[in-house]
């Protein structure tokens, strides 16, 4: 029999996976698609055009990256000179070199005191943000019995919470539940830089820049770098390759991966007073039995799908029910004949462009633009002219497109999962048709280059690949959803009720991105377990 | 003639702090810039025989203690319970909850069976967090920096209070604390004009919408009143609000404070770093051994004081904080009652809370204008009119309408507010004549306070009605400075003791009686 089940072979699950064969598990990967990585994966969108499919970045915890080798195993990782860029549509573009003396020149032309105000900020943001990097890096601790263990995590974060001094700690405590466009005021006075810094709070999340709490989410996705535009970086081949990576560690540690295989069931053992999660059943009516199971699948459709609710507690179901999982963010990918020429960049030349396009590239007509994107999803729409992020992978990354030509990855936001009287599959061209306009009125030309298009809305995040309301973090990054109540209150520590069923994906704590944090802190908790129910 | 204490500004804060102070044995001065005492707890006769509460209109939030450490009741004050909720909605069709849980029981099955049931366990639920709350609202906010232990053993018990809550309550405890109205309520509810009301409480007097996180907090703020002990009743002051702080003031005076009206502070007098007495703008000098100054951080730090005198750091954090005043208020004097189409005629709907907040979609559109820059056009309304129950503050057979109007930002995009004023009150009329048409007819004064006024008029600067918002990075130890929150400031002597401190507005008193017992030493 095999030790362990993974249920999903996303970035999380694939990390659990291999930890858990180092630790000598026998462990058995079912991916229902065809191939693993989750939202780590790269497509061919036209003939000789490969694109990221989902994410664009990725931010794998260095630890990880040592221990699992993936750079031996052909991680390649790009980091553009260029953090962000945010081209305005008759003014000039700023452009947030990645150097900080170079980002505070660009900066200059737009406003003196930003560029005096921009380091500092940066500085205290890598400072503050180091304190939940820790906390990001430890399992959330139990609150009726908190062990030995949890103690000291306790008592080190703490003393890294007072290392930081009085303004620093004063600064986190109030950054965290602020809404970001606030945040972005108290340190900076032009639009476009704003905006620019507060788009890294709003990605994935029910949030405009106005939202209070959106700052947390900047400061968790910015945790992992420490920077608040920089948050990750790129993968050479786009993120399936970090998918081959990971996979290919797996198996090196010994873990049988089997993609088409969709999980239909978690099999309950039923002898004892109380279930225990025994194995799964896949669609095919094929029973696989483990000793434990492990799902990377987010926790709605773990705990709610995949098990008969009649093993969980009413109030548990009504909880879980309550996760807050509405997506809003919609993915496009383009193909393109050309770089796209925006026309704030049209003084520099053609490496010029390319640079200052290697990285994020952030449209938003100021705060307001966005926010005013943001209204038309709560009330069950989307915006003629929605946010956009995008990169252009294929500038670092020439082996991406055909010579000369360009894949550009779009995420585009407002897109709520619930559209009040239609759906997606009804609005999908119309969607993808707002976002090449609105492309078009930073960059002219865009409309006429592309060549191909992709387009993947909440509802298809949900179908195709497994995020239960579209959610792209497993359930919406918010104060009452991360730490000791990601997913629920209670069941932070990586189990659920059912013994031997542990929760690995986003879904659970940190659940911040691709970093693989919440695979590894669940491998560790699961190896706890297992070595502690071993000893009894 | 010197005194131990001054207080600048005769609200009910000041008042309450004085009158802790005096009965401790000090001698106290309060000075009031306007003619009248309250501050925001105000009555006036601002037309022949109407006497309106001009700002603040209903109480609640009135900590117990000072009712009975003050004998509030001896001195005149005596509260009239406001019974219920009546919503009327564009359908024809209403929402009136009222006191008597059994018959809103009811009323809330006419709209859905499983909201009906649902309603028991969220009314429990409120006042197990208002209840973990309420000492909280006693204590002088710790500062989590701080080395002290006195300090960490604060902090302990409220993760030991934390760790006592069952299971399901700390779950929601988590939850008002980060999440917004709306979706807590959704949560529990599913009737769209039930949330809408409910959630109502989550914005007043703040710039945030029902789904904007955080609103839930300023929900159970609003939950934490107690009349009688009873949690979250509401009710009026005889004689209007003003009666409050009439009462506060004659409680004051007895136990022998002196208070001065229509004597405007010009300047903290500061002398070697200590706070020595004020200045008024005739030229009057007072000395003190200490200024406690219950008027907002942005008067007292930016206004009151020589900038040379505070650190620079916390001169950034005072012009930091934040106040967005987002409401107005427009008092009405009637010839008659308004007629609401969805329940014709007088009756006890009348005498509670009368709701403009149809659905959660409404207030949330009305907030959207605001965000931009332009009073809501269809706005969320909380009226009342306090006549039903106490007739003395009109002419016989005349009543008064008293609406809280939100939401109308400080800062407009286009305009002042003095142009804007009477398009404000015209868009409030005619809000509500959709549902009580016959309103036109009736009106014989009416009075249209924009936040401007607001500012100008009670000193509440941007006009926000708690002397700053309620949200989450401006609360507790951070309320309203962060390491500033004990009631003392960096200069020696000088005290605040206004809804900008903890634990913030309302008609509350906690702030006044918070710090004088921090001054006098004394645990709460």
């Known amino acids: ?536 | 003639m010197k005194y131990d204490a001054i207080v600048i500004g005769g609200g009910h804060n000041g008042l309450t702090a004085a009158a802790y102070l005096a009965r401790a044995g000090r001698k106290v001065l309060v000075v009031e810039r306007r003619h009248v005492l309250g501050g925001a707890a105000v009555t006036e006769e601002v037309f022949p025989g109407f006497r309106f509460s001009v700002c603040s209109y209903v109480v609640s939030l009135l900590r117990p203690e000072i009712i009975r450490d003050l004998e509030l009741p001896r001195h005149g004050l005596e509260i009239l319970p406001l019974d219920g909720t009546f919503t009327p909605m564009p359908n024809g069709d209403h929402l009136w909850r009222v006191n008597d849980h059994a018959k809103t029981q009811r009323e809330i099955s006419r709209h859905s069976k499983v909201d009906a049931e649902a309603y028991d366990e969220y009314g429990k639920a409120m006042v197990e967090m208002a209840r973990f709350v309420k000492p909280i609202l006693n204590m002088t906010p710790p500062d989590p920096m701080s080395l002290d232990p006195r300090e960490l053993m604060k902090l302990l018990f409220l993760g030991r209070r934390f760790r006592g809550l069952a299971d399901v309550d700390r779950y929601n405890q988590i939850q008002l604390m980060t999440m917004s109205a709306a979706d807590f309520l959704d949560q529990w509810f599913e009737t769209d004009v039930l949330k809408a009301t409910m959630a109502a409480s989550g914005i007043i007097g703040t710039f945030l919408g029902v789904r904007s996180p955080g609103t839930a907090y300023v929900l159970l703020h609003h939950y934490m009143g107690e009349i009688d002990g009873a949690f979250r009743s509401w009710g009026f002051a005889r004689g209007g609000t003003g009666a409050i702080s009439e009462a506060i003031a004659a409680a004051a005076r007895e136990a022998g404070v002196e208070i001065r009206t229509a004597a405007p502070v010009a300047r903290i007098a500061v002398k070697g770093g200590r706070a020595a007495g004020v200045v008024l703008t005739n030229g009057d000098e007072m000395t003190a051994d200490m200024v406690i100054s219950s008027v907002d951080p942005n008067l007292t730090f930016l206004r009151f004081i020589d900038s040379r005198e505070l650190p620079g750091e916390f001169l950034d954090e005072v012009r930091r904080y934040k106040f967005r005043g987002s409401s107005g208020k427009v008092n009405l004097a009637l010839d008659a009652l308004p007629d609401f189409t969805c329940m014709p005629g007088g009756g006890p709907h009348l005498r509670g809370a009368i709701s403009i907040s149809p659905g959660v979609d409404y207030m949330e559109r009305a907030y959207d204008q605001a965000k931009y820059g332009e009073f809501s056009r269809r706005p969320y309304m909380d009226m009342v009119i306090p006549t039903l129950t106490d007739p003395s503050v009109a002419p016989p057979g005349k009543h008064i309408l008293s609406c809280f109007v939100q939401y109308a930002p400080y800062k407009l995009a286009s305009g002042t507010w003095d142009d804007q004023r009477e398009a404000f009150g015209d868009t409030v009329i005619d809000t509500i004549a959709e549902y009580a048409p016959n309103i036109r007819d009736i009106i014989l004064h009416r009075q249209v306070l924009t936040p401007l006024d607001l500012e100008r008029d009670f000193g509440l600067t941007e006009g926000n009605i708690f002397q700053g918002e309620l949200t989450l990075e401006q609360l507790f130890f951070a309320r309203p400075v962060p390491g500033w929150a004990q009631y003392s400031t960096p200069v020696r002597n000088l005290w605040m003791c206004g809804s900008a401190t903890h634990p913030g507005g309302g008609i509350m008193g906690a702030p006044g009686r918070n710090c004088a017992l921090r001054i006098l030493g004394q645990k709460a």
């Open chain 1, 1 to 536: 029999m095999r030790d362990v089940i993974v249920i999903g072979g996303g970035v999380n699950g694939l990390v659990t996976a291999t930890l858990l064969a180092k630790a000598g598990l026998k462990t058995l990967v079912l991916e229902r698609g065809d191939r693993v990585g989750g939202c780590a994966r790269t497509g061919e969108i036209a003939p000789g055009f490969r694109c990221p499919t989902l994410a664009h970045a990725a931010a794998i915890d260095p630890s990880l990256l040592r221990s699992l080798g993936l750079v031996r195993h052909g991680l390649r990782i790009v980091r553009p000179a260029v953090d962000a860029c945010a081209p305005t549509r008759d003014g000039p573009t700023l452009v947030l070199w990645h150097d900080a003396a170079r980002a505070t020149e660009a900066i200059r032309a737009f406003s003196a005191k930003d560029a005096e105000q921009y380091p500092r900020f940066v500085n205290s943001f890598a400072r503050v943000t180091a304190v939940l990097r820790a906390v990001c890096a430890s399992e959330p601790p139990s609150i009726d019995d908190p062990t030995a263990l949890d103690l000291i995590e306790m008592l080190k974060t703490g003393r890294k919470f007072r290392a930081l001094g009085r303004a620093d700690a004063y600064r986190l405590l109030r950054w965290m539940p602020m809404a970001v466009a606030d945040l972005a005021g108290e340190w900076c006075e032009s639009e476009p830089l704003r905006a620019t810094i507060a788009a890294g709070g709003l990605l994935g999340s029910f949030l405009g820049p106005w939202s209070a709490g959106s700052a947390a989410i900047l400061l968790l996705l910015g945790a992992e770098e420490g920077h608040p535009v920089a948050n990750g970086w790129f993968i050479a081949g786009g993120p399936g390759a970090l998918a081959d990576a990971l996979a290919a560690a797996a198996r090196q540690a010994g873990v049988d991966i089997r993609t088409g295989a969709d999980v239909a069931r978690i099999n309950i053992r039923d002898e004892e007073a109380q279930g225990a999660a025994g194995g799964v059943t896949l669609s095919n009516g094929e029973e696989i039995a483990a000793r434990a199971v492990v799902s990377n699948a987010d926790p709605k459709r773990t705990l709610l799908g995949l098990l008969d609710p009649i093993h969980l507690a009413p109030e548990l179901v009504r909880r879980a029910r309550n996760i807050r999982t509405h997506g809003t963010l919609a993915k496009i990918n383009y193909a393109s004949s050309s770089l796209p020429e925006f026309k704030g960049l049209s003084a520099l030349d053609a490496d010029g462009q390319a640079a200052a396009l290697s990285g994020r590239i952030r449209l938003a007509a100021g705060i307001d633009g966005i926010e005013r994107a943001f209204d038309a999803a709560k009330y069950g729409g989307f915006a003629e002219e929605p946010w956009i992020e995008l990169t252009i992978p294929s500038i670092a990354d020439p082996g991406l497109a055909p010579r000369g030509r360009h894949v550009v990855s779009t995420y585009v936001q407002y897109t709520p999962y619930h559209l009040r009287g239609t759906n997606w599959d009804a609005e999908r061209d119309r969607l993808a048709d707002a976002a090449t306009r609105t492309i078009a009125q930073y960059a002219p030309g865009f409309a006429a280059s592309v060549l191909a298009r992709e387009v993947i809305t909440p509802l298809d995040l949900e179908r195709t690949y497994g995020l239960t309301g579209g959610h792209v973090f497993h359930g919406e990054l918010a104060l009452d959803q991360w730490f000791v109540t990601r997913p629920l209150l209670g069941w932070a520590r990586y189990g659920t009720p059912i013994r031997n069923l542990y929760l690995c994906g986003s879904g659970t704590h940190p659940g911040t991105g691709l970093n693989g944090r919440s695979g590894a802190l669940a491998a560790r908790a699961i190896i706890q377990a297992i070595r502690g129910s071993q000893a009894r």
